[in-house]
């Protein structure tokens, strides 16, 4: 059989970095170091952003860059109208991948959709700092995403069950075989070094005095994060038990960063929360490790990969009972309900004081995140486009 050829949409590839971006460096790193007899692909950047950022992204081997002209909206608006055909400027695939949002392919072009969350359509997790005219735009945009994705798909896929029931809690029916294939994580990745040199140098570059312990968290400034409630919980019950006790929290700013700013002057948490901005992969590798342990009480999330990220480091975590956390924790974490900030702050003393169970939660933790692997993922969707190729007519 001749290797598939697969086109994919590699905006999430030149943008923040996000859990996304990780999902799908991950995937297209073994495609090329264990599946390149089976599979090519095509990287589509759009034209917005610098094809240059995608050369060298993987190690040498059957893939390459490809730019789609046109500018955000018209590229949008044209693909979710149907009009819009990529062969012509990068040549015929056997099958598209692509996220909900961009929905690729014409009828005759088979295409495999992801959804890895749908957020932006729930009620309880949108951004209420957006304007009301705003989000009625996006919310209207976005289900037009949602129904084209689901008419053109020949096969869809989440990272979670949750992900995949919450498409059909919110009125959206699948036709086409959908399926859940697990995001992973690199166990070696997170073992990071714990050398105390690298820890207080990573610590100087956040504005962190050498020395302290301290709680990491991880995630964009943005409501459905629900850091304040985080903050709020901190100041609660640890940060009067324990003086010396820090909170880290590694994301960029967004929305909510001034209203983070005043809740921390407000509890004369000053110095005792730290605010550390989007940071390095390795200096955040360091931090994980570092950390006595990780909190993420996030209200929504399509899959939740910090929790495995920190599982690997062997970090104890804290996490919410919601959305596909409980599902990706299982067992091996403190789960709360995360709108109940007294127990949130509970958890977090609970765990901050008692040793045996970081060492049980640890221990837990890395037998957990040793079932969710890359490779496995990766396998998973080549076994699948090469199925939606072959029933869609492909040559053999």
Known sequence: ????????????????????????????????THH???????????????????????PDGPWRVASAPGTRWSNRLRWLAGGANLTPLIGRHDVYLSGWQWPLGGDDQPFVGIVHDLRLL????????????????????????????????SAIVAPSQFTLDHLGSLGYRAHQP????????????WAADRAQPALDD???????????????????HTPHKNLRR?????????????????????????????????????LGLGGRVILAGSVSFDDLRVLMAGARLFAFPSLFEGFGLPVLEAYAAGIPVVTSATTSLAEVAGDAAILVQPTNVPEIAAALERVWTDGCLQVQLSAAGRVRAALYGWDTAASRYVELLQTVAGTTGRPH
Request: glycine share 8%; proline share 5%; hydrophobic share 45%.
């Open 1 to 32: 059989m001749s290797r598939l050829n697969v086109a994919i949409w590699a905006e999430a590839l030149v943008g923040r970095h996000t859990g996304t971006r990780t999902f799908l460096e991950a995937v297209l790193y073994n495609f090329v």
């Open 36 to 58: 390149s007899d089976d599979i090519q692909f095509t990287l589509v950047c759009p034209s917005w952003a610098d094809p240059k950022h995608l050369e060298g992204r993987f």
């Open 122 to 153: 729930d009620r309880h997790a949108r951004d209420p700092g957006v304007s009301l005219p705003r989000r009625m735009a996006w919310t209207a945009l976005w289900r037009q995403s949602v129904r084209a994705c689901l008419a053109r798909a």
């Open 178 to 189: 959908a399926l859940v294939i697990p995001h992973g994580v690199d166990m070696s990745v």
């Open 202 to 220: 990573a610590c100087g570059r956040i504005g962190m005095a050498p020395g302290h312990e301290y709680i990491l968290s991880i995630g964009q």
């Open 230 to 266: 985080l903050i709020e919980a901190f100041a609660a019950r640890l940060a009067v038990r324990d003086p010396a006790a820090r909170l880290v929290i590694a994301g960029g700013e967004n929305s909510e960063t001034p209203l983070l700013h005043d809740d921390i002057a407000r």
